[in-house]
Structure formats: structure tokens, C-alpha cells
């Protein structure tokens, strides 16, 4: 009994240790964290952006990437439905992300907005309040203040309620409240300004016990902090120089358009550009994104806004880590934080060491010392002197020395191995035997209207102000009667369908035929539609299925951007051009199957499905349902989409997203081969996929599947090929290294060797397979004078016969193998002169 309460006593300790509450303030230089500075990485990760049961994972992924803080914006449409009416559901369940994190023992900031852009619907901000008479968003507006602080406070208290706040002994540590303000703020005149102070104090009024901050926003009012956010924070300086220096978005990639590329921005300028603002005095550094996860159902904002919101994050949309990108930020903050303790607490001198490469030294009296050295210069590598020893500095990279001898980092070096990732198409099992397709069950929608036509109207509608984007689907329906005696009639010439829309796609149908699709490409939303089509004699029915591809997420007046038809004309009828602008429209808003909840529950049963052993192709309109097994294994799982043309899919009735595997237009001189870090990171710099669909895989999370018997539905608009739809799974297939003998090896260090090696630094190769695999071949080594990037090597001149055996020895059938750059490993005598480098590709299986 005496036992029982000593062991109650002590849990109760513990706990209490746990939840104990903690002091959270700043200065000039950090926040101070229970009377301690702090250092600290952060990384964006959206909850609604994933599913519960990926959340541990990827807060354990960013954990051992060396993160201490987590990220997220609250998404307010997600939470208040309709006015007061709140949901804290599924993907939605924010206090338990909140307490993910905190079981994890991270940090979080809570960027509570509730306007957030972040590429997501309407920049978060519910639909329904653009129709409470009145509103305007984010300027000073009774109606929009008054529901902007009833859902700030509402989130306020609901973590208080749960002692999510770090004055409670929870992991919050900072707020945000609005977002980005600052670049609009002038567009609302005065009552903008007023707006931005308003909201500053309505935040600080809620007494949370922890600071706020504002980011883009240079007229915070104290105690609000302003941070920045861009490619390369290292010039911001807070306005007021009692605020630390805080980086709320480094974006380590972009984001993707349906018709746009692909961008990549490289690991060595990332890491460039958190080095040098750690170099230049930051202290809280976050990643935008670092999971940037899926926009699933209609999340995803616009126009445009691909459902896959990948971002070319450390971490990729799947979940898994991308390499050799979160590699080489890991061993970055692992180099950054061996110096935390002088960079916080020590005084700080830059040294100019000759053209645009300076050192900044961080010393203490107790004889502590930490410097980052930069090269600055986009071109050209620089050798420099600093403090009687000459190290060589690539161009645009920096350069970490923990004790001011040693490199421990370099962030143009990248040490990190370089995954080799694929998705993998699977083959289907029904009934035992092996098939290519799955067995589609069909319904086919009418063109135009179905069922009572919502109203009629002579003119055009905006899309938004009439589906108030409870659908993207508008249809716009009239007629033409055309004479005998048309021209076009007897010479088989087709009169041309002409058509202006501000936005943002549609389709064309005349007499139930399909004629084609219009859209805006990139985030431009206008566009013209011009197609020739087929007219008949008599009555034509012309059906226009109008629609939204995500609404707009930021921008002035934002709220106010519509979208839809400005005019429609037939050119080529003995009349000349008619225009038929003005005419009675008859209109019906969404598609039968969404009024009909064909993807969900009992809605599956609203109507008889046909079963098709061949699924028609380029059938327009279409529902499709197949009863599918959850591919084996557990790897990641996609859907590929790359034969089908656009639409909506679902899961179990979960909502996969918008799919649209739309061709971007640009040519392959618009994309690049290779990347040059070197030099200021701009969206476009690295593009890849011209001329390829922008999102050709849908991300449908494995925690949907049932072992069987999973429904799958689609509703596709214009048509496509329905057997080439497959799962796939995206798998780590192997793994390469390339790592010269000049590279530092803090990796080693952060291995556990927790000292800097002050003799010697061994550069390493470390390769390493997922889960349970292992390296079942080395399909390339070769230490010597090796090019080519991953999957393409080439030995060089110089090359050590025996690599592909050291190699071999070290990994062969392991999961995880070390191979030094040592004289024992390698000829010493080789090449003399030369900086030699191993380059190796191996197989996991
Ligand atoms: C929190 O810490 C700050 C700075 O160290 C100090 O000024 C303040 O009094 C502390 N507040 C509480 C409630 O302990
Ligand atoms: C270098 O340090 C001086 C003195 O602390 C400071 O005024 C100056 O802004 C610094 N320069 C740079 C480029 O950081
Ligand atoms: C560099 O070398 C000079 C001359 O030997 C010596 O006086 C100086 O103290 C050295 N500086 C450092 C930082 O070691
Ligand atoms: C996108 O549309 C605009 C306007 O129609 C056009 O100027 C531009 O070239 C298009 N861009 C691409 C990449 O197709
Ligand atoms: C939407 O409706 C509102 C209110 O009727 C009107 O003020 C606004 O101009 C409309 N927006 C567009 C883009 O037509
Ligand atoms: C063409 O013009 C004639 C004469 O103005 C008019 O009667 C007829 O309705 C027009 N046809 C169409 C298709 O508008
Ligand atoms: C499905 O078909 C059955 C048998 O023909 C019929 O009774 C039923 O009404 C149909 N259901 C729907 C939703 O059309
Ligand atoms: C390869 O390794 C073997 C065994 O260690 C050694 O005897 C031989 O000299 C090496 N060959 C070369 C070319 O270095």
C-alpha cells in the first residue's frame, strides 16, 4: 500500500513536472523560455493537410530532423461551418494535433489567422460570412471584426480549456493572429491601419500568457511581434529592437497550379539561406512547408491550386522523408545547435575576410566560440584566412565552425544521401486471378439541367455569388434556333462556339454532345473559349457546365474577385456573329450525383449503377464506383489519374480531391536538367515537368482502406480512359551517396560522438533503406574522380578498382552501412592532387 502511494506520489510528480507551466518571453535577441534562451527550428505541418493517423509520424519525422517546434495555421472554414456552428472532426481535430505534438515533447506555434492564404479555399476565411451583409474581409468592418474575434476567441479558449498553452504547461509557445497583413494593409487606407492595431489588441486581450506574433505586418504594435517571411530572411530586422528576429516562412519549395511546372528549390540554398540567418542573428527559424501534405476534397484554393500540396518539403506529401533534402537540413541544425548556447548568450563581431565573404564570431568570457563564415558570391568559390587557418568556401555557401577551428557544416556540401524513390503501379487480384483494370460500375449525368432548374435569368451569374461554393458546378443552359437556309448547313463548314469567362474553367456542350473544355492556366483565371461546334437545323440546346477550381486565397478585396461567363457568341451563321449574352439562361447549381451523395453512405444506393465489363471511354459526365482491396504492403498509396481528364474522386465517401491531370504548356527550354544552387532562389528557377500533367498521383491516405471491399468513386467531367486507373505505391527503391573527401562530417557527430573531432575529420558515406529493407545490390561505386547525379553516374579518370568491394562489404544485405573516406578503404596514392570523391548507388529491396 505504502508502495501503491509512493509510486501514485510519483507519477503525480511527473505529471506534474510535465504539465508544469512555462514562462514564455523575449527580448532583442530570443524568446526566453523558463528564464532560458532558446534557439529553436520549427516546421509548418497543416493538420487538415494530412489525416490523424499520419500526425505522429510526421511530427517524429520532423523530430529526428532535428525540429523543436511544429507549425500550423488554424483553418477557420474548416471549423465554422455556418455561423456558429463548429467542427472538430477527422482531419479537423486540432487539440489532438496539438497534443501529438505535445506527447512528442516539441513546441508549437499556433497561427490562429484566422485569414491565412496558405493556397487553401478562400484563404480560410468561411464563405458564408462574404454573405453576411456588409462584411468586408480584413479591413475595419463591424461585420467581419465582430466574427473574426468570436472564432479567435473561440480557438483561444478551447486551448486553454485544454491547457494547451505553454503559460498551462502545453506546448504553445507563440500565437499569430492574421497574416501577411502588411503587404495589403495600404489598399484599406486608413481603416487598414486601424484594422491591424485592432486586431493586435483584440489578440493580446485574450491572455494567453504567451506572446503574439504578426508576420509581414511592420506596424505591429508591442507587445506584438513582427516576423518575417520570404526565401532569405538574414536582412529582416524587427521594427522594434526589442524583438527577436523570427522567420515565420522559409519556403523550401512551392507550390503547384493544374497546367504549371514543377518547382524545386535545392537542399544546399535552403540550407544557405538558414545558415546565414542564423549567421545574422535569428533565433526562431520555421519551415514553410515542411509536410505540405494534400488538399483534399475542395481545400484547395485557387484558382488553380493543384490537391497535392507537396511543396518540395523535407518531407514529401506522402510522408516520407525527401533526400537527400531532409538529410542535409538535419545536419544542419544539428551543427546549428552545438553553437546555441554562444550564439545566444555570447557577443557577436562579422569580420569581413574579402569580397562577399564575412565571418560572424560568437564569443562568451568563458572562452566559448562559434563562427559562420559565407560566401555570398554566387559564382565564384572562395579559399579565406580566419584565424590562421584558410578554408575553402563554394560559392554561396556557408560555412559552420562550432568551436571556430572546425567545419562542421558546409551548406553547399551535401553529405545526406539521396533517396530513390517511384511509384510503383500495382497489379490488381480479383477473384484470384490477375487484372489490369478495375470493374467499373457506371452512371452517366444528363448534359444541362436536371431535375427543377434553380432559375432563369437573361444574362450571367456570378459562379461564386450563386453556388456560394458549396459546389464547383454551375450549369448555364439556352437555345438557338437555327433556319434551313444556313450556309453552314450545305457546306459542312461549323459555326464557331466564341466564349469570354473571368474564370475559372468549363465545359461545353451542344444537343448533349461534348465540344470541349475552356480554362484559365497558372493562377489567371480569365480566359477564352473557342471551339467549332455542331448545329442542326431547328431548336439546339446549348449547356455550359461553368466552374470554380478553387476560390482565391489573398490579394486586396479578395473576397470580392467573382468568377464566370462575361459573354457567349456563335460566329459563322449567315447573321454573322450572334451573340447570345443576353438570352434566358436557365440554371442548376452542382451536378445530380453530389445532390444525390453518389460517393457516400446510402447515397451509393440513390441510384441503379450499370455494370460495365468495359468501361466506355471519353464518356463525358460519368460516376464511376469500383469495389477495391487495399494494396498490400505499406507503403504510401496514390492514385494515378493519368488518363482520365478532370474531376473529383473519393474513398470510403472520404474526400481524395479535385484530379485534373492537365499538360503543362511549357516547353522543355522552360524547364531545367540540372539545378544551380548557386544564386537567389526564385519559384522558377528550377522547374521540372514541362510538358507533363502537373499532378498526375492522388495521395489517398492508407488509413481509408479496409483490408476489402473499399468503395472507390469518381465523377468525371469531359472523359477518359476509366481501365488505366491504378493504385500505386510510392516506394523507396534505393539510395546513392556522393561525398568528397574535403566534405565535414557533422553527421558523425550527431551519431553520437558528441564532441567535435579536433585531429581529424572523416568524411563519410552513409547509406540507409526504409523500414525493413535492405541494400540487396550496389549498382555503382566508385571512389576517384566520379560524375553524374543519382541514377546516372560515370567513373572518371581516376577510379579505385577495389570501390565496388568496399563498398559491397560495408552494405551488402544491410540496412543501414557507414563507408569512411579512409586510407584503410582507399588507395591514399590515388591521383595525388586531385580532391577525390566516392559516388555509390545502391538497391534497396
Ligand atoms: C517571465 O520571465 C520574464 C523574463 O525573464 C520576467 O520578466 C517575468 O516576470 C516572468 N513572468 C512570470 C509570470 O514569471
Ligand atoms: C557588423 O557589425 C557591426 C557592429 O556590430 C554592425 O553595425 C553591422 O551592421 C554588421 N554588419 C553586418 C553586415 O552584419
Ligand atoms: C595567428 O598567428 C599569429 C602569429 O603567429 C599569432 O600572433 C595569433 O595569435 C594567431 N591568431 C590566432 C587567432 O590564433
Ligand atoms: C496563360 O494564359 C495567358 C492569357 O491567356 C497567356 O498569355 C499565357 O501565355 C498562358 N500561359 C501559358 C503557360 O500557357
Ligand atoms: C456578388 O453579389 C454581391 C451582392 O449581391 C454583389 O455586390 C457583388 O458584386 C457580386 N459579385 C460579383 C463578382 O458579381
Ligand atoms: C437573322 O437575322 C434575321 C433578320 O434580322 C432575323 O429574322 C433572324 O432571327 C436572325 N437569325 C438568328 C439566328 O438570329
Ligand atoms: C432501381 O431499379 C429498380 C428495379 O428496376 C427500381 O425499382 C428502382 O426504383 C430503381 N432505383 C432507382 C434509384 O432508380
Ligand atoms: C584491393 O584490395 C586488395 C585486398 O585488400 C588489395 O590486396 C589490393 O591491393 C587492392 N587493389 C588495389 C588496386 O588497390
Redesign the pocket.
Known sequence: MKLCLCLLSLLLLVTFTVASSANVSYDGRSLIIDAQRKLLISASIHYPRSVPAMWPGLVQTAKEGGVDVIETYVFWNGHELSPGNYYFGGRFDLVKFAQTVQQAGMYLILRIGPFVAAEWNFGGVPVWLHYVPGTVFRTYNQPFMYHMQKFTTYIVNLMKQEKLFASQGGPIILAQIENEYGYYENFYKEDGKKYALWAAKMAVSQNTGVPWIMCQQWDAPDPVIDTCNSFYCDQFTPTSPNRPKIWTENWPGWFKTFGGRDPHRPAEDVAFSVARFFQKGGSVHNYYMYHGGTNFGRTAGGPFITTSYDYDAPVDEYGLPRLPKWGHLKELHRAIKLCEHVLLNGKSVNISLGPSVEADVYTDSSGACAAFISNVDDKNDKTVEFRNASFHLPAWSVSILPDCKNVVFNTAKVTSQTSVVAMVPESLQQSDKVVNSFKWDIVKEKPGIWGKADFVKNGFV?L??TTKDTTDYLWHTTSIFVSENEEFLKKGNKPVLLIESTGHALHAFVNQEYEGTGSGNGTHAPFTFKNPISLRAGKNEIALLCLTVGLQTAGPFYD???AGLTSVKIKGLNNGTIDLSSYAWTYKIGVQGEYLRLYQGNGLNNVNWTSTSEPPKMQPLTWYKAIVDAPPGDEPVGLDMLHMGKGLAWLNGEEIGRYWPRKSEFKSEDCVKECDYRGKFNPDKCDTGCGEPTQRWYHVPRSWFKPSGNILVLFEEKGGDPEKIKFVRRKVSGACALVAEDYPSVALVSQGEDKIQSNKNIPFARLACPGNTRISAVKFASFGSPSGTCGSYLKGDCHDPNSSTIVEKACLNKNDCVIKLTEENFKSNLCPGLSRKLAVEAVCS
Open positions: 456570378d461564386i455569388n470580392f474577385v467573382g
